[in-house]
């Protein structure tokens, strides 16, 4: 008889791994904090943008150093958040019988938004050291270096793992559509973004993937599901859909 039918719980396997809405969130707060030092929040001047000339970019690093060291500090804690969210979001996906390719798209992409993420905090981290913003030649250098990675090195990455989860959740309807339409349309955003390396004005694309991103990996880490049935799970394995977790 099906435990269900004769009014018995169905037995249900649990995802064993920290929750994905913790993990996102605890990036979340990680990031913008690090934003805040050198942005309104920390004082003047802010952040420069890749448009300003390059006396206005050297006498920003000149002026706060203190501010860009804790931007790089808690931005580098971030990045590690990211790639435990993304091996996590990615084992769970699997848990839950996902075979497609997206799957390793998002891994691939959360993991570069990662290591992009390492590599402009760590940039950052040179930048306040002492003496370093002395030499405009190398301020500069290094500031666009940063960016490149910081910025489409950010986004067009980023955009891989949401559109890598969202469209095979979308099929198997693991996640509710606007989680699903929003993570393909940031994900179209973040690949279109890589145009500003070539044209500045698309610069617009990152910052609609970033923020935007932030309320998707959320949404996603509290709604995708953590749990499947027994009987599912030995169809899965019986099949070689379930992998280990």
């Known amino acids: 008889m099906d435990p269900a039918s004769a009014g018995n719980p169905v037995p249900r396997i649990r995802h064993q791994g920290p929750p994905l809405v913790l993990l996102a969130s605890i990036f979340t707060v990680l990031f913008l904090a690090g934003l805040a030092p050198v942005t ?119 955009g891989l793992l949401m559109a890598g989860v969202s469209i095979p959740a979308a099929f198997m309807k693991l996640l509710p559509k606007w989680v699903t339409v929003l993570g393909i349309a940031l994900g179209i955003c973040g690949e279109l973004s890589w145009l500003n390396l070539m044209l500045p004005k698309a610069l617009f694309l990152i910052p609609l993937t970033r923020f935007p991103g932030f309320v998707w990996l959320i949404a996603a880490g509290l709604l995708l599901p953590r749990t499947i049935t027994a009987d599912r799970a030995r169809a899965m394995q019986t099949t070689g859909g379930l992998t280990a977790h």
């Open 40 to 158: 309104m929040f920390g004082g003047r001047p802010y952040f420069p943008g890749p448009w300003e000339p390059a006396n206005v970019i050297v006498a920003f690093f000149q002026a706060r150093p203190f501010a860009v060291l804790l931007c790089a500090f808690l931005h580098f804690g971030s990045a590690v958040v990211m790639g435990l969210f993304t091996a996590c979001i990615v084992n769970q996906m699997r848990f839950l019988g996902v075979r497609a390719a997206g799957v390793n798209i998002a891994l691939f992409g959360g993991l570069a938004t990662a290591i992009g993420i390492l590599i402009s905090s760590c940039v950052l981290w040179t930048l306040a050291q002492p003496g370093v913003a002395q030499n405009a030649s190398l301020v500069n250098a290094f500031y666009h270096f940063g960016y490149a990675f910081g910025g489409p090195g950010y986004s067009v990455p980023l």
